[in-house]
């Protein structure tokens, strides 16, 4: 190697595995809004979000009836999406905005098994949707993705792919996937925002005792952590899916913003955090973009979700006790 050359370690994300059918990679969670470029452009400006797919011009899905682009945030990738204009009002995406507004809508993974999976969870009753609408009764050969209906497991809306399904421009270009993610991803730990990594997705519950069996019942989810967060007025469970750590959230203040999306939507997907170096550096930064936060504890920042096309985000400086990711 010539002096003077950066000794880069040349590796994609290492992808960890769970459960015996092989949950890998947490692909996206998508973002749904009423413009996708309005959106993708705020995750640009906020989070210098690396676009890679859908840009200049937005995807379009006939089938889904939705624009669409795609864009990393650290080792968060970020599907933002909205209906067609004007949107077909039996279209799932437009359903979805039409019933929760701006809002995470699911989060989409990779599976090795997607057939043994499928059939679990047929087996145990789940009702599951196929692409573009309707019910599965057997699961076919072929299958490549489905759709678990939330309610029958625990309130996630989960796009569940056949892991080596999907290679292509939708997947290929994606940044956690290039032998120089390594280098890539101080784009964001050493800008001015300060994110390391995705610390965890959150999924607010009305009942914690009866969410946490259900993940791990029927998703094989691996528990981590369970407490209570004093600071943020929740009871948490905290368990690991594939290449994920999920926090279940129950508040215990009827007047926190958990609690009012609790109370409206029942159990469903309501934030997304990151693990930043400084939370003071992390609300500067926000603050300069126009995006007002508050500290919920010493260690967690709030983004207002008015501020964000209606995403709940959180920036923590600390890790959740046994956090599988930490290094």
């Not at 965890?200 to 691996?222: C, H, I, M, N, P």
Request: overall charge negative.
């Amino acid at each position: 190697m010539p002096p003077g050359t950066p000794n880069l370690r040349l590796v994609p994300l290492t992808i960890r595995k769970t459960g015996p059918y092989g949950f890998g990679l947490m692909y996206h969670v998508i973002h749904l809004g009423e413009d996708v470029n309005a959106l993708t452009e705020w995750y640009r400006e906020v989070f210098d979000a690396d676009v890679w797919w859908g840009d200049p011009e937005p995807n379009y899905s006939g089938l889904e009836k939705r624009y669409a682009t795609m864009l990393d945030v650290s080792d968060l990738c970020v599907e933002p999406m909205a209906p067609e204009d004007p949107a077909d009002a039996a279209a799932p995406v437009a359903r979805s905005f039409s019933r929760y507004g701006r809002h995470f809508h699911s989060v989409a993974f990779m599976v090795d098994d997607i057939y043994g999976f499928a059939q679990h969870l047929l087996d145990r009753g789940v009702y599951i949707g196929k692409p573009g609408g309707g019910r599965m009764e057997e699961v076919p050969d072929d299958i490549v993705y489905f759709y678990p209906s939330p309610r029958d497991v625990g309130g996630l809306m989960v796009q569940v792919t056949r892991f080596g399904s999907m290679n292509g421009p939708a997947v290929d270009p994606d940044p956690r996937m290039q032998d120089d993610w390594e280098e890539r991803r101080k784009h964001w730990s050493e800008g001015p925002i300060g994110i390391e990594r995705l610390a965890y997705v959150t999924v607010g519950v009305r009942d914690l005792e009866a969410s946490r069996k259900t993940f791990q019942d029927l998703w094989l989810a691996e528990p981590v952590w369970e407490g209570e967060d004093l600071g943020r007025g929740v009871d948490s469970c905290f368990l690991q899916l594939g290449h994920l750590l999920i926090e279940l959230a129950e508040p215990h203040r009827n007047d926190s913003h958990l609690a009012r999306h609790v109370e409206q939507f029942g159990d469903l997907i309501y934030g997304v955090t990151f693990k930043v170096k400084d939370v003071d550096q992390a609300g500067r930064h926000l603050t300069s973009k126009g995006v007002r936060s508050r500290l919920l504890t010493h260690a967690v920042l709030a983004a207002e979700p008015d501020d964000c096309h209606g995403g709940t985000f959180f920036f923590a400086s600390e890790t959740v006790p046994g956090d599988p990711f930490e290094v």
